[in-house]
Structures are given as C-alpha cells and as structure tokens.
C-alpha cells in the first residue's frame, strides 16, 4: 500500500513541475506535462536547475502566462484531482521518453500524442493525458550539462585522480616510445623490442581509460542512474500525491496506464514494481488484482522498444518484476529484429554489468521476434508469416484457440546463432509465465506502403533472420534518416513506430482503447472469432506478425 503523509508536504519539496498544454475549443482530452526538477549534475545549484527547466519549456505548447508565476505543483494536482472526481469513468494514460531524448524531444513527442487523441479518441470527462520527462542528457546536444565540448572537457576534470595520473602517463609514454621507434634509426634490436612492449603496454593502459570516457560521454549509465534513482521516484510521487488527493466512493477506481519507449520502458516497469503491494494477500498467493493504493487500478501496459532483459519476461526466481506485471490488464510489447540502438548499443553498454554467461542472454527485450527457426540447430529457417501466428485451429474442430506466446519466442543473432525461449530457460510445471500475459508486435518487416522498398523499423527483407551484410545496409539506412528525417531510404530502427501510420495507431490506441476499442476503430465488426481473424488480415496487409495474449481472447469471450 502507498503510504498517504500529508498531501500539503509537496510545497517544500517539489519534485517535479506541471504544465498544462494549450488548449483550444476542439479539444476535449486534458493534457499534462510533468517534468522532474531533478538536476542533470549534482553540483548544479537547485536554483540554476529549475531556471533551465522554465527555459526549455516550449510555452508555445503550455498553458503559460508571460510574466505571471506560474501554478504550483500542488494547485495542479488538485486541478487534475478534480477532473478524476467529475468523471464517471476516469483513466490516466501516462507516456515516458527513452534514453538521451531532450527536452524538446519530449514535448514535441507528447505534444504529438496529446493532438492525436484529441483528434481520433475524443471521448470528453474520460481520459487525462500525462507527458513526463525524467531528467535525461543528451550525448551531442547542448543541455544543462553544456555543449558536447563542455562535457568532454567534464569527462576529462572528474576522472579519478588514478585514472587520471595512468592516462597522463600512459599518453606520454605511447608518444614518446612512437617517436624513438620512428626517428631513431640507431637503436638496437633489444631496443626496439622494449620500446615495443612498452607502446603496446602503454596503448592499452590508454585506451581503457579512453573506453571509460566514451562511456561516460555516451551518458548511458548515468541515464541508467538518472531514471533509477530520479525518474522512477518522481513518477510515484506524482501517483502517490494523486491517490492521496482524490476522493472517490468506494467501489470506483482511476485505470492507471502507460506507453514508454526504449528506456523508459525500465522507468514504467520500476513504478509498477514499487507500487505493487507485495504484501497483499491476493499478490502472495500469486492471483493479485489490478487495484493500487486507495483509487489507481493497473489498466494497460504498452512497451515500445522495450531497453530492458529478456528475462523480464521469462520464467523463474530471476524475474523480479513477475508478480507486477500479472497486475496489469493488458500488456503489450512492440519488437524489432533490426534495432540497432538495442542490438549494439545497449547490449554492448550492458555487456560488462548484466548477469548473463552467453551472448543470447545478454539481448534485449525490444529485440525479441516471433520464432522462424525449430530449434538452436536449425541453419534454414522458414520465411515469415505475417498476422496473428498463435491462431491455432484443432484438427476436425472449427473453433479457433490462441497457443501461449511462450512457445512462439525468439531471440536471434543471426541464422546461425538463435534460440527459442524455451531453450533459454526450463519451463517450470503449474507456473503462470510473464511472456504468456503480453500480446506481441514484431514489427520487423512492417509496411504501411507494400509498394514501397524499405520498412518502417527495418529492411523488411522478408527472411528468416537478418545477417551481417544486412546491419552493414540497414546501419548506412539509419545513419540516413538521423542526418535526414525525410529520406526515404532512411530507417530509424529505434523510434520508427512512432513514424508509421498502423504503428502509431496501435500503439496510442491500445493505451487508451485497450485491444477492443483498437478493433473497433479499425472498423472490424462481428464475434470474437471473425474479429480476431479479420485483425490478423489486416496485420498480414502491414507484414507485422503479431502474437496475442490468450486472455485477451479470454476476456473477449467472456464479455
């Protein structure tokens, strides 16, 4: 249960700012954004910090009044309280960035999504809209941490005085013994072998503390930290001052749900671990229901580009989140074989501090596909097949039942180095599986255009796996499209879903529809058999192999 001190406390320390977006007559969906005051450094003066913050909020897009103060935090949670009271059916969808997004990004992102609802959803004294930006840094832009030049310069100043003293060290020896190797021509051989070995020994001792400045440069861990430590905990403050402020009557709940992106996926996945109570009896006994502290229940989950282990969703003591996610009523994961972002970066950025002892392991969940191959020896593989793939008719029956997404997983490297998940880990007998409660996109060949060459998030090659020479084509296709966002034979193998039209539909639909309003705005009609197989069709129609969760197909016949 989330604890409910006094609600008032949040004047003393605010830990986040709200704004409200500019509103006009058409729009009926409330949006809000809320942005954590956490500083970027620690060393940067509290006051300097929420100054940049008042800066970079683009107050074309909020509700700011030129040379007015603007709302406490506290004054606009009880605005938002009393929309939640007046409504007879509330829900909170909140969306949270990835790693590196800039301010901009964020808000141009939720400006995004907060115009699309109110432009296809519009279902007025209903839903409330939250944009929220964790405090991430930028690697090549200019933020609070200065120009990329000011953070190299930082990189530099803060080292360890250790590190510091070997790379002086190491650099001038690496100089020195190149220049005797080079210019001076009388050394003997025993010379030239010792200032050999002491280049070589000085260019790695260089070159590790060259890695740790990229590292640090490429601001991944100290994002990591930045949404462990800032981004998670002001996140559940804003739930936790929101359950303490409203009232509602007993038997009436707020549906609480969420889209994130990449690792923001790890930011929602951390709130909903903290504010599910363990100790409820329910959670115990492994059946717990969606309700959270006094008035939130768990509604839906959509992650895109997931930057968070496989083992999220695999069976086992290992997975920490287990019992959190089987409170949400609604799961969902959009993948992509070709993401490079999680594919290299993230996987070679976790290489050194996630526990895994083979390379498959160590990939990412943004990076799971539907399987092509039978087993970790298959070499062949079959090509893809696009719709609902877990469709499953039994022989001299008509009814059509939904298999477990489990048996239906993969991770591949390559078609040489595979695994099903299956093979990853054992399957232990009478345990609910996370994999199982998710309902999958793989968006690897996706299409909005069949006539047009390349995919939204990939090559869509259409093969059984992506090899080397693909990442080699598809990686010049995405450097394409980061130096021009319209060039057609650019992919952004990362961000892409936000880009393509079914993608972008699904993904804010599902959030705020749930997977029945999804099929009913894509103006499928009929009983829960024809619906779901008319959905496959027009999944097929986009090359996306999709997997749905049985209980989504459960709950439709139920309903």
């Known amino acids: 249960m989330i604890n409910s ?24 969906i409330p949006g809000y954004f809320v942005v954590s005051t956490a500083k970027l450094n620690v060393e940067t003066e509290e006051n300097n910090s929420n100054n940049y913050l008042s800066t970079v909020v683009n107050q074309n897009f909020f509700n700011i009044n030129y040379g007015q103060a603007e709302p406490s935090a506290k004054e606009m949670i009880d605005k938002i309280a009393d929309t939640l009271q007046s409504s007879p059916e509330p829900e909170i969808i909140i969306n949270i960035h990835g790693y590196s997004s800039t301010p901009s990004d964020t808000e141009t992102g939720c400006k995004k ?21 964790w405090p991430s840094e930028n690697p090549i832009k200019t933020d609070e941490s200065g120009s990329f030049g000011q953070k190299l310069i930082n990189a530099l100043y803060s080292l360890p ?36 070995v002491l280049l070589i020994l000085s260019g790695i001792l260089s070159s590790i503390i060259f890695t740790l400045i990229i590292l640090r440069i490429s601001t991944y861990f100290r994002d990591t930290y930045r949404g462990t430590n800032y981004g998670v905990t002001d996140l559940v403050e804003l ?3 929101l359950d303490v ?43 717990p229901n969606s309700d959270i502290g006094n008035v939130f229940r768990l509604g839906r989950l959509v992650l895109v580009a997931p930057d968070i282990p496989v083992e999220t969703i695999l069976p086992g003591r290992a997975n ?3 019992s959190s996610l089987r409170r949400c009523e609604e799961a969902y994961i959009f993948c992509n074989e070709g993401d490079l972002a999680l594919r290299i970066t993230s996987t070679a950025a976790n290489y050194f501090s996630f526990p895994a002892r083979t390379r498959i392991s160590g990939y990412r969940l943004g990076n799971i596909t539907v399987k092509h191959f039978n087993n970790k020896n298959d070499t062949v593989g079959h090509t893809p097949r696009y719709g609902v793939v877990n469709l499953h008719k039994q022989d001299y029956e008509t009814d059509y039942t939904l298999d477990k997404p489990y048996n239906y997983l993969e991770i591949r490297s390559s078609s040489s180095e595979h695994r099903k998940l ?79 039209g079914f993608s972008q539909k699904a993904i804010y639909e599902l959030a705020f529809l749930g997977f029945q309003g999804f099929l009913e705005s894509l103006s499928i009609q009929g009983d829960e058999e024809a619906q779901i197989r ?25 309903d």
């Open 5 to 28: 001190p006094d609600k008032n406390n949040l004047a003393d320390n605010q830990p986040y700012q709200i704004y409200e977006f500019n509103k006009n007559n058409q729009e009926k």
């Open 113 to 133: 999504i907060y115009e699309y609802v109110n432009t296809h959803i519009q279902q007025p004294n209903k839903y409330i809209f939250i944009g929220y930006r």
């Open 161 to 196: 005085t250790l590190l510091a003293i070997n790379l002086v060290v190491g650099l001038t020896i690496s100089i020195w013994s190149t220049i005797v190797l080079l210019f001076l021509n009388i050394l003997s051989n025993s010379a030239v072998h010792f200032f050999t």
């Open 239 to 241: 739930i936790r001052q």
């Open 245 to 287: 402020t409203v009232n509602l009557p007993p038997n009436k709940r707020i549906k609480l749900s969420f889209i994130s992106h990449s690792m923001g996926c790890f930011v929602v996945t951390d709130v909903i671990r903290i504010l599910s109570d363990v100790f409820d009896v329910k959670s115990i006994n492994k059946e």
């Open 320 to 322: 920490f989140l287990r």
């Open 422 to 500: 299956e093979e990853i880990t054992e399957i232990p007998e009478n345990e609910v599986i996370p994999a199982d409660l998710f309902t999958y996109f793989d968006c690897t060949d996706y299409k909005d255009n069949p006539n047009v060459q390349i995919g939204i998030v990939s090559s869509a090659l259409q093969k059984p796996a992506i090899n080397f020479g693909n990442y080699i084509l598809l990686t010049l296709a995405f450097i394409r499209k980061s130096i021009n966002n319209r060039d057609p034979q650019g992919v952004d193998t990362h961000s892409g879903y936000f880009q393509g």
């Open 534 to 558: 008319a959905f496959s069709q027009k999944c097929q129609e986009k090359q996306i192999q999709v997997i749905l969760a049985p209980q989504i197909y459960q709950r439709k016949a139920q």
